[in-house]
C-alpha cells in the first residue's frame, strides 16, 4: 500500500515521489524532487515511477496542485486506489482543492478509468475535461467525495460509467458548460449523489439528470439543482430508467418532469423539495410519474376541510393524473399515498377521500370499483417476515359486467387559496373508499397505495386524500 | 420538423398563488411531449410554455439519435429505424454514429495493457451498431473488407470521422503497438 505525492512543479524521478508510509508534514519540506508534477505521471501514461501504482495504494495530491493534460488523457486507476487532495502544509490530512484534467485546448476526452468488479476512489479533487468527460468504466465502480466535475463540452456532460456502472458521488459539485449538459449514466447504471450541486454562474443546463439508457438508476438525496431548468429530459424512452429523488432544492419554475403518452417512460420519484420562491408554502412533498400511466402532485388547489393527516404531521392531498394507457382493473397510475406507523394490535381502518374536480365541464362520471382502488402492504399478524397486500380492487372480474360506483361520502372539499366550499359541482363524484379493517402483531409500517386506473384527463383530476381511524 | 402545437392542459392555482402547471407539446408525428411544473406567482405561463419550444425540438433532435443508436446496439433493425427519422437526416445519423465508435474506441484505448482480452469484449459490445449499419460512410467502412483487427478498425474509423468537427477522433497511444 504505497503512498505518491504529486504537486505542479514536482520533478520526482523514479520512485523518489513514492513511499511506502503516510508522510506528514508540508510539501514544501518533502521538496520538489520528493513529488511528481502531475497524476498523469503515475496513472495517466506517464510512466514516471519506477514502480507502477497498485492495487490500494494512494495517491496524495496537494490541495494548490493544478494539472492541464493539453491532451486527451485516461487516467487508469488500479483497484480500490485512492487519489485524495490532501493539505499542501499537512500532507497527512484531506484537504479539497487540487485540480486535474484539461481546460485549455477544447478538444480534449478526459477519462477516469478502472476494470470490472474494481472500484476507483477520487477525494477532494477538482476534475477538468474541455470536451467529453467518462467516469468509470463497465461494471465498475466509482466514488468521489466532495471536489468538482466540470466539462466544457457543448453537447455532453459528465456521463458516469459504461454498462453496469456503480457511481456514489457526496458533495461533488457539477460545473455545466453549456445548457445541453447534465449528469448522464448508461445502461443499467446506478449512481448515488448525497449531497452535492450545480455550480452558477455559466449557462443553465435545460436538465440536470439525463439518461437515454435502459434500467438506468438515479438515487439523488439532498441535492441542490436549483440552478438547472429542469430535472430531466427523456423522449422516445422506452428503456425506463427510475429516478428515486428525496430533499432536493429545484428552481423556481424548474421542469419536475415529463411524459410521453406513446413511450413507457421512467418511474420517477421525488420526494420532499422547495423551489427557490421562498415563503413558508415553498416546500412539496412529491411529485410522482409512473411510467407513461400518468403523475400525481402534491396539490393545494383542492383539499379537505378537516381532512386527513399523513404520519400525524401534515395535511397532504395527491392530485393523480392518468393518462390514456392506464388500463381498468389491471394497469393503474400507483401512487405510494403514505407510509405509517400504526398500532395494529387494534383495528385500523385506512379510508381514501376522492374528489373529482372539473370547473368547467360539470361532474364526472363517478369512478367504479375496477377503476380506482387501494393497496395497502403490512406486516402479517402470524408470518411477520412476509407481508402482505390487502386491496379493495375486486377479487373476482367479470370482464363483461360493469363495475360498480364507488361508495359516495358527504365529506367538504374546499378550493383554491380563497378557501371556498366546494359544493355542488363536486356532490355526486366525491366518493370514499374504505379498506377492510386491518390488524397485525403490534407497531408496524404500513403502506398505501392509491391506483387510478381511468383517464379522466378530458373531465379533470382526481385529488385523493388521506384518513387512517385507530378506534 | 417543428413542435405544431402547445397548449396548457392544466392549470391548479396553489395556496400559496404558484400554479402548478402541465404543458402538452405536440410534434410533427403526432408524439405528445407532457411538461410539469409548477410556476411561481405572477409568472406568463403562456411565454414560458412557447419559450420552452426551442429546447424541445433540439432535445428531440439529441435524443433521438441516442435513441436510435441504443436500440440498434440492443438488436433492433437498423434499417428500419434508419427510415424511420423523424428529427433527423440518415447523415446526421451517421456522424453520430462514428463520433459515439470514436469515443469508445478512445475509451479503450486509455486502458491497461493488461485488460486487453476484456477491451475487446467492450468492442464487441460497442460496435455492432456499425456492422448492421448501412449508409454512404459506414458502407465504405465495411467496403474496405474484414474489421477484425482493432488497430485497422480504428484507422479506419478515424479516417472515416474526417471532417466531423464536433469530436477529436485522436487516438491516444497510452499502450504499446496501437497506433
Given at each position: 500500500m504505497a503512498f505518491y505525492y504529486v504537486k505542479s512543479g514536482g520533478t520526482a524521478t523514479g520512485d523518489a515521489g513514492r513511499a511506502a508510509s503516510a508522510r506528514t508534514g508540508s510539501f514544501a519540506t518533502m521538496g520538489a524532487s520528493a513529488y511528481y508534477a502531475s497524476m498523469v505521471d503515475i496513472?495517466?501514461?506517464?510512466?514516471?515511477?519506477?514502480t507502477a501504482a497498485a492495487a490500494g495504494d494512494t495517491i496524495c495530491v496537494s490541495d494548490l496542485h493544478s494539472h492541464d493534460t493539453i491532451a486527451s488523457t485516461s487516467y487508469v486507476f488500479p483497484d480500490k486506489l485512492k487519489a485524495l487532495s490532501v493539505d499542501?502544509?499537512?500532507?497527512e490530512n484531506l484537504k479539497a482543492g487540487a485540480s486535474e484534467g484539461s481546460s485549455s485546448t477544447g478538444s480534449d476526452t478526459i477519462n477516469l478509468d478502472n476494470s470490472a468488479a474494481e472500484t476507483l476512489v477520487s477525494h477532494g479533487i477538482f476534475w477538468r475535461a474541455d470536451s467529453v468527460f467518462n467516469v468509470g468504466s463497465i461494471d465498475g465502480m466509482s466514488v468521489l467525495e466532495l471536489g468538482e466535475l466540470k466539462t466544457t463540452h457543448t453537447t455532453k456532460g459528465v456521463t458516469f460509467g459504461e454498462i453496469g456502472q456503480v457511481t456514489i458521488l457526496r458533495d461533488v459539485r457539477f460545473k455545466p458548460?453549456?445548457?445541453?449538459?447534465g449528469i448522464e449514466i448508461n445502461d443499467g447504471a446506478t449512481i448515488e449523489l448525497r449531497g452535492g450541486s450545480i455550480d452558477t454562474g455559466g449557462p443553465v443546463p435545460t436538465s440536470i439528470f439525463q439518461t437515454q439508457s435502459r434500467g438506468a438508476h438515479y438515487y439523488v438525496r439532498c441535492f441542490d439543482a436549483s440552478y438547472a431548468g429542469g430535472l430531466y429530459d427523456l423522449d422516445d424512452n422506452t428503456d425506463g430508467p427510475s429516478y428515486d429523488l428525496a430533499r432536493l432544492k429545484v428552481g423556481s419554475g424548474a421542469q419536475l418532469s415529463e411524459q410521453h403518452t406513446a413511450d413507457i417512460g421512467p418511474r420517477f420519484d421525488l420526494w420532499g423539495y422547495g423551489e427557490t420562491t421562498g415563503g413558508p408554502d415553498d416546500y412539496w412533498a412529491f411529485h410522482s410519474r409512473y411510467f407513461n400511466f400518468g403523475t400525481t402532485d402534491h396539490d393545494t388547489s383542492i383539499y379537505r376541510d378537516g381532512g386527513a393527516n399523513v404520519d400525524g404531521k401534515q395535511k397532504l392531498t395527491a392530485l393523480m393524473s392518468a393518462t390514456d394507457q392506464v388500463i381498468p382493473f389491471h394497469a393503474p397510475l400507483r401512487f405510494k399515498l403514505a407510509e405509517l406507523l400504526l398500532d395494529l394490535t387494534a383495528s385500523v381502518t385506512i379510508t381514501v377521500e376522492l374528489a373529482q374536480w372539473d370547473d368547467t365541464a360539470g361532474a364526472p362520471t363517478r369512478l367504479k370499483q375496477d377503476e380506482f382502488w387501494l393497496e395497502i402492504e403490512r406486516p402479517d399478524a402470524t408470518d411477520l417476515g412476509l407481508g402482505v397486500i390487502d386491496t379493495t380492487r375486486p377479487a373476482t372480474y367479470d370482464i363483461s359486467a360493469t363495475q360498480s360506483d364507488l361508495t359516495t361520502s358527504t365529506v367538504v372539499w374546499k378550493k383554491g387559496s380563497d378557501d371556498s366550499t366546494i359544493t355542488a359541482d363536486i356532490t355526486k363524484s366525491k366518493a370514499a373508499h374504505t379498506l377492510p379493517t386491518i390488524t397485525g402483531a403490534d407497531k408496524s409500517h404500513v403502506t398505501v397505495w392509491a391506483c387510478l386506473a381511468k383517464d379522466l384527463s378530458a373531465v379533470g383530476d382526481v385529488n385523493v386524500d388521506l384518513e387512517v381511524d385507530e378506534t | 420538423m417543428p413542435v405544431v402545437s402547445s397548449t396548457i392542459e392544466l392549470q391548479r392555482l396553489q395556496r400559496n398563488g404558484a400554479t402548478f402547471v402541465r404543458e402538452a407539446h405536440t410534434d410533427h408525428v403526432g408524439k405528445v411531449r407532457k411538461v410539469a411544473y409548477r410556476a411561481p406567482v405572477g409568472a406568463d405561463i403562456n411565454a414560458t410554455m412557447l419559450a420552452r419550444v426551442p429546447s424541445l425540438e433540439a432535445s428531440n433532435k439529441s435524443n433521438e439519435l441516442r435513441t436510435v443508436y441504443q436500440r440498434v446496439v440492443n438488436g433492433s433493425d437498423w434499417a428500419t429505424l434508419r427510415d424511420s427519422l423523424a428529427w433527423n437526416t440518415v447523415d446526421e445519423l451517421e456522424t453520430f454514429v462514428l463520433q459515439r465508435t470514436a469515443n469508445r474506441l478512445r475509451r479503450i484505448d486509455g486502458i491497461l495493457e493488461n485488460s486487453i482480452i476484456q477491451n475487446e469484449t467492450h468492442e464487441v459490445i460497442a460496435f455492432p451498431i456499425l456492422f448492421q449499419s448501412s449508409g454512404p460512410r459506414i458502407n465504405t467502412l465495411l467496403a474496405?473488407?474484414?474489421?477484425?483487427?482493432a488497430n485497422t478498425f480504428k484507422q479506419r474509423v478515424q479516417a472515416l470521422a474526417v471532417g466531423i468537427t464536433e469530436f477529436d477522433i485522436e487516438f491516444m497511444p497510452t499502450y504499446e503497438g496501437v497506433d
Open positions: 496513472i495517466g501514461g506517464g510512466a514516471v515511477p519506477t499542501d502544509a499537512n500532507a458548460s453549456a445548457t445541453g449538459t | 474496405l473488407g474484414s474489421v477484425n483487427d
